[in-house]
Protein backbone atom coordinates (compact mmCIF):
# COMPACT_ATOMS: atom_id res chain seq x y z
CA UNK A 1 0.00 0.00 0.00
CA UNK A 2 2.73 2.20 1.05
CA UNK A 3 5.37 3.95 -1.51
CA UNK A 4 8.90 3.57 -0.40
CA UNK A 5 12.33 4.33 -1.25
CA UNK A 6 13.61 1.71 -3.27
CA UNK A 7 16.55 -0.58 -1.97
CA UNK A 8 16.98 -3.13 0.71
CA UNK A 9 15.55 -2.63 4.73
CA UNK A 10 19.18 -2.12 5.61
CA UNK A 11 19.99 0.61 3.14
CA UNK A 12 17.08 2.50 2.22
CA UNK A 13 17.51 5.52 -0.26
CA UNK A 14 18.01 8.68 0.63
CA UNK A 15 14.27 10.78 1.07
CA UNK A 16 15.58 13.87 1.16
CA UNK A 17 13.54 16.45 -0.87
CA UNK A 18 11.08 14.23 -0.75
CA UNK A 19 7.71 14.01 1.68
CA UNK A 20 7.12 11.90 4.53
CA UNK A 21 3.46 11.23 5.16
CA UNK A 22 2.35 10.12 8.61
CA UNK A 23 0.58 6.87 7.89
CA UNK A 24 -2.87 6.55 10.05
CA UNK A 25 -1.37 4.03 12.93
CA UNK A 26 1.03 6.92 13.43
CA UNK A 27 -0.18 7.73 16.97
CA UNK A 28 2.78 9.85 17.87
CA UNK A 29 0.87 13.20 18.34
CA UNK A 30 3.93 15.10 16.93
CA UNK A 31 3.14 13.88 14.09
CA UNK A 32 -0.73 13.17 13.66
CA UNK A 33 -1.58 13.71 10.05
CA UNK A 34 1.77 15.58 9.45
CA UNK A 35 3.58 16.14 5.80
CA UNK A 36 7.19 16.59 6.45
CA UNK A 37 9.66 17.97 3.90
CA UNK A 38 12.91 16.15 4.10
CA UNK A 39 15.89 18.02 4.06
CA UNK A 40 18.39 15.40 4.88
CA UNK A 41 18.91 11.42 4.96
CA UNK A 42 22.31 10.26 4.98
CA UNK A 43 24.02 6.93 7.17
CA UNK A 44 23.93 10.13 10.68
CA UNK A 45 19.98 10.73 10.63
CA UNK A 46 17.58 12.65 9.20
CA UNK A 47 16.05 15.61 9.17
CA UNK A 48 12.57 17.37 8.10
CA UNK A 49 10.69 19.93 8.21
CA UNK A 50 6.78 19.70 8.97
CA UNK A 51 4.49 21.35 6.76
CA UNK A 52 0.64 21.47 7.89
CA UNK A 53 1.38 22.93 11.77
CA UNK A 54 0.45 26.62 11.54
CA UNK A 55 1.35 28.71 14.98
CA UNK A 56 -0.31 32.02 15.85
CA UNK A 57 2.43 34.17 15.40
CA UNK A 58 2.74 36.32 12.86
CA UNK A 59 6.12 36.50 10.50
CA UNK A 60 5.58 40.39 10.88
CA UNK A 61 6.84 41.54 14.16
CA UNK A 62 8.61 38.44 14.36
CA UNK A 63 11.34 38.54 11.63
CA UNK A 64 10.03 41.18 10.12
CA UNK A 65 13.44 41.62 6.96
CA UNK A 66 11.53 38.48 5.78
CA UNK A 67 7.51 39.34 6.37
CA UNK A 68 7.58 40.51 2.96
CA UNK A 69 8.18 37.53 0.89
CA UNK A 70 5.91 35.08 3.68
CA UNK A 71 4.11 32.89 1.50
CA UNK A 72 0.06 32.84 3.42
CA UNK A 73 -0.44 32.37 5.60
CA UNK A 74 2.13 34.60 6.89
CA UNK A 75 2.71 32.98 10.38
CA UNK A 76 5.65 30.78 11.47
CA UNK A 77 4.87 27.26 11.30
CA UNK A 78 5.87 24.33 13.59
CA UNK A 79 8.52 22.84 12.09
CA UNK A 80 8.83 19.59 14.26
CA UNK A 81 9.52 19.02 18.43
CA UNK A 82 12.99 19.12 18.16
CA UNK A 83 15.12 22.90 18.88
CA UNK A 84 11.55 24.90 18.73
CA UNK A 85 13.30 28.21 19.49
CA UNK A 86 15.39 28.00 16.19
CA UNK A 87 14.19 28.99 12.59
CA UNK A 88 14.02 27.61 9.43
CA UNK A 89 13.46 29.22 6.45
CA UNK A 90 12.38 27.41 3.12
CA UNK A 91 12.21 29.60 -0.28
CA UNK A 92 11.37 29.06 -3.89
CA UNK A 93 13.31 31.23 -5.91
CA UNK A 94 14.06 31.96 -9.38
CA UNK A 95 17.29 30.08 -10.29
CA UNK A 96 18.73 32.31 -12.79
CA UNK A 97 18.40 35.44 -10.45
CA UNK A 98 19.35 33.98 -6.81
CA UNK A 99 22.54 35.03 -4.64
CA UNK A 100 24.38 33.57 -1.73
CA UNK A 101 22.37 32.75 1.25
CA UNK A 102 20.03 30.02 -0.81
CA UNK A 103 20.87 26.59 -0.31
CA UNK A 104 19.07 24.31 -2.94
CA UNK A 105 17.61 21.31 -1.30
CA UNK A 106 15.44 20.40 -4.66
CA UNK A 107 15.21 22.25 -8.05
CA UNK A 108 13.57 25.70 -6.99
CA UNK A 109 13.41 25.21 -2.79
CA UNK A 110 15.96 25.48 -0.80
CA UNK A 111 16.57 26.98 2.88
CA UNK A 112 17.72 30.61 3.40
CA UNK A 113 20.29 32.08 5.99
CA UNK A 114 17.80 34.36 7.84
CA UNK A 115 20.79 36.60 8.62
CA UNK A 116 20.91 37.66 4.85
CA UNK A 117 17.76 40.19 3.65
CA UNK A 118 15.61 38.71 1.13
CA UNK A 119 17.26 41.69 -1.43
CA UNK A 120 20.42 40.03 -0.68
CA UNK A 121 19.66 36.37 -1.54
CA UNK A 122 17.77 37.75 -4.79
CA UNK A 123 15.25 35.67 -6.73
CA UNK A 124 13.11 34.66 -3.66
CA UNK A 125 9.18 34.22 -4.71
CA UNK A 126 8.10 32.83 -1.10
CA UNK A 127 9.79 31.88 1.94
CA UNK A 128 8.05 29.93 4.75
CA UNK A 129 9.35 30.16 8.33
CA UNK A 130 9.64 27.55 10.50
CA UNK A 131 10.59 26.87 14.35
CA UNK A 132 12.24 23.56 15.26
CA UNK A 133 12.74 20.58 12.75
CA UNK A 134 11.77 17.04 13.06
CA UNK A 135 15.10 14.56 13.76
CA UNK A 136 15.67 11.11 13.73
CA UNK A 137 18.54 9.37 14.91
CA UNK A 138 21.05 6.90 12.65
CA UNK A 139 18.49 4.11 11.67
CA UNK A 140 15.68 5.37 13.13
CA UNK A 141 13.84 6.91 10.19
CA UNK A 142 14.69 3.85 8.65
CA UNK A 143 13.32 1.58 11.26
CA UNK A 144 9.78 3.60 11.04
CA UNK A 145 9.81 2.87 7.60
CA UNK A 146 10.28 -0.82 7.79
CA UNK A 147 7.43 -0.39 10.15
CA UNK A 148 5.28 1.63 7.68
CA UNK A 149 4.71 4.57 9.85
CA UNK A 150 5.55 7.04 6.66
CA UNK A 151 4.75 7.21 3.00
CA UNK A 152 7.53 8.45 1.11
CA UNK A 153 5.98 10.49 -1.94
CA UNK A 154 7.61 13.57 -4.08
CA UNK A 155 7.06 16.46 -3.07
CA UNK A 156 5.26 19.70 -5.10
CA UNK A 157 6.72 22.73 -4.97
CA UNK A 158 3.84 24.51 -3.55
CA UNK A 159 3.52 21.59 -0.73
CA UNK A 160 6.37 23.63 1.16
CA UNK A 161 4.09 27.00 0.75
CA UNK A 162 0.55 25.34 0.84
CA UNK A 163 -1.83 28.36 1.30
CA UNK A 164 -4.12 25.85 3.20
CA UNK A 165 -2.24 23.42 6.10
CA UNK A 166 -4.82 22.19 7.41
CA UNK A 167 -5.87 20.24 4.32
CA UNK A 168 -2.09 19.40 2.95
CA UNK A 169 -2.22 15.64 4.06
CA UNK A 170 -5.73 14.65 2.23
CA UNK A 171 -3.98 16.79 -0.51
CA UNK A 172 -0.72 14.97 -0.69
CA UNK A 173 -2.74 11.31 -0.18
CA UNK A 174 -4.99 12.27 -2.65
CA UNK A 175 -2.99 12.95 -5.82
CA UNK A 176 -1.23 9.39 -4.87
CA UNK A 177 -1.93 6.56 -7.04
CA UNK A 178 -3.32 3.42 -6.31
CA UNK A 179 -4.09 2.17 -2.77
CA UNK A 180 -2.69 5.60 -1.36
CA UNK A 181 -5.13 7.88 -3.38
CA UNK A 182 -8.01 5.92 -1.05
CA UNK A 183 -7.14 7.82 2.60
CA UNK A 184 -8.31 11.08 1.24
CA UNK A 185 -11.38 9.88 2.30
CA UNK A 186 -10.13 9.46 5.62
CA UNK A 187 -11.95 11.14 8.47
CA UNK A 188 -10.55 14.77 9.61
CA UNK A 189 -12.25 13.86 12.93
CA UNK A 190 -11.96 10.22 13.73
CA UNK A 191 -14.37 10.69 16.42
CA UNK A 192 -16.73 11.20 13.61
CA UNK A 193 -16.14 8.08 12.27
Known amino acids: MSEQPSGDSLHPESTRGRLLVAAPALLDPNFDKTVVFMLEHSDEGALGLVLNRPS????????????????????????????????IAMATVALDDVGEGWNETVGRLGTVDLESTPEEVGGIDRVRLFAGFASWAPGQLEAELVEQAWFVVDAEEDDVHTHDPDELWWAVVGRQPGELARLRNYPRDASHN
Do not use: K, N
Open 56 to 87: ELPVAGTIDDWASVAAAPPVLFVGGPVSSSSV
